[in-house]
């Protein structure tokens, strides 16, 4: 069975740190694209940013360039976001998905909530 | 950047009847090196991940029924519900693969 678990989801100040986490079972991790997509409370979905089969490409979303770092730990099955200089707009629940290229989901995990508040 | 754009916002459906709903893009997501559409749909239910529906424009996921079909080219994309179920009470999104920013349409909302 596809599993994707995120973990590391919590609430912080703005201008504070998260570390999410995403650990992937049942399907070949190394041979897909990884990504995280996030939804606002009330929005749409948004793409946050995606990670190549072995690390070597990335790509964020704009408010994310400088402030969010993907990786990924193929021998660990598992997918990172590091997201700094938080902003209360960042508050969402942040989905990991495994990818084909730019289809960003064929595999989805469960989520976690990121909430950013003072 | 693509801009996706979906209509209408939400779509109110009787139960055995057609759903269908629409996704432009604001530029060719049509490859010409390979003639294929980047163009993808997902179904997404309250208290669930999304789950994707079609990839490619109209190339079904996988445990999708077929009452769901997906269609169009360049800008123009269509997904269609030919008898609508309960189970199918969810927003429906696009989303352009062809490149990066990778960008959702803004989803339309199906209810009974």
């Known amino acids: 069975e596809v599993q994707l678990v995120e973990s590391g989801g919590d609430l912080v100040q703005p201008g504070g740190s998260l570390r999410l986490s995403c650990t992937a079972s049942?399907?070949?991790?190394?041979?897909?694209?990884m990504g995280w997509v996030r939804q606002a409370p009330g929005r749409g979905l948004e793409w946050v940013a995606n990670i190549n089969q072995h690390g070597s490409e990335t790509h964020y979303i704009e408010s994310g360039k400088g402030r969010f770092t993907i990786s990924r730990d193929n021998a660990k099955n598992s997918l990172y976001l590091q997201m700094n200089s938080l902003r209360v707009e960042d508050t969402a629940v942040y989905y990991c998905a495994a990818g084909e290229g730019f289809i960003v989901g064929v595999h989805w995990g469960q989520g976690t909530l990121v909430t950013v508040s003072s | 950047d693509i801009v996706m754009t979906q209509s209408p916002d939400s779509l109110a459906v009787s139960l055995g009847e057609r759903a269908t709903f629409n996704c432009k893009s604001s530029q060719s997501v049509l490859s010409s090196s390979n003639n294929r559409n980047y163009l993808a749909w997902y179904q997404h239910k309250v208290g669930q991940p999304p789950k994707l529906l079609f990839s490619?424009?109209?190339t079904r996921g996988s445990g999708v029924p077929d009452r769901f079909s997906a269609s169009g080219s360049g800008t123009d994309f269509t997904l269609t519900i030919s008898s609508l179920q309960a189970e199918d009470v969810a927003v429906y999104y696009c989303?352009?693969?062809?490149?990066?920013?990778?960008?959702f349409g803004g989803g339309t909302k199906v209810e009974i």
């Open positions: 049942g399907f070949s991790f190394s041979a897909y694209w």
């Open positions: 989303q352009q693969h062809y490149g990066s920013p990778i960008t």
């Open positions: 490619w424009a109209s």
